[in-house]
């Protein structure tokens, strides 16, 4: 519990027996790929190498544990989806390719569509990984890139006045991109 800047008491989120991310995301220093668990978690339980974790580790915000706006309902191990800004400043939704069901559920529309209007404007869209297929919320719209995340970057085209992304493509990554 905390207290926050009105003197009001504040239920802490924390991780518990959530380990998606565990799972969901690539971790370059443990040389582990996306979608499979570190060698190092106990689904449910943790990490059994917490104290010595890598800095790819230590460095990870669950978008869900800093959000008070999201509710346990959202709870990655919950959800079956691990939301993260990325180091490019946008969001993303990683969901477990085992519930890719999930993807255009109604509630995670709603989901998508709240997030990007409590976001705005720094966040006008999601970009939503699930294997290597790619999709991206915005303007009210899903669009589907198919399965080439690894090997194509999203580009956007804007409406007059950069109001709404009308049309979202792929582009090759060029060999010099970072």
């Known amino acids: 519990m905390t207290i926050d800047e009105n003197g009001n008491l504040v239920e802490y989120k924390n ?16 040389q582990k790929p996306p979608y499979e668990w570190c060698k190092h978690c106990t689904p449910g339980t943790g990490c ?3 104290q010595d974790r890598p800095d790819d580790c230590k460095n990870f915000a669950c978008f869900w544990l800093y959000r008070r706006e999201l509710d346990t309902e959202w709870k990655p191990a919950r ?20 519930h890719k069901h999930l993807i255009r559920q109604p509630t995670y529309e709603r989901l998508f569509k709240n997030l990007c ?9 999601i970009t939503i990984h699930c294997g290597k297929a ?11 890139l198919g399965n080439t995340r690894y090997s194509h970057q999203v580009e956007f085209n804007f ?10 493509r792929l582009v090759p990554i060029s060999p010099s991109s970072p």
């Open 159 to 168: 409406s007059p006045f950069l109001r709404d992304i009308v049309d979202v």
């Open 15 to 30: 991780c518990d027996s959530c380990t998606l991310c565990c799972k969901i995301l690539k971790i370059d220093s443990l």
């Open 79 to 98: 959800s079956k989806v691990v939301l993260y800004w990325h180091r490019d400043g946008f969001l993303i939704a990683d969901f477990d390719p085992a």
């Open 117 to 125: 209007g409590m976001l705005e404007p720094e966040c006008r869209c």
């Open 134 to 144: 790619m999709y991206v919320y915005a303007s009210s719209k899903f669009f589907e």
């Open 48 to 50: 059994n190498n917490y």
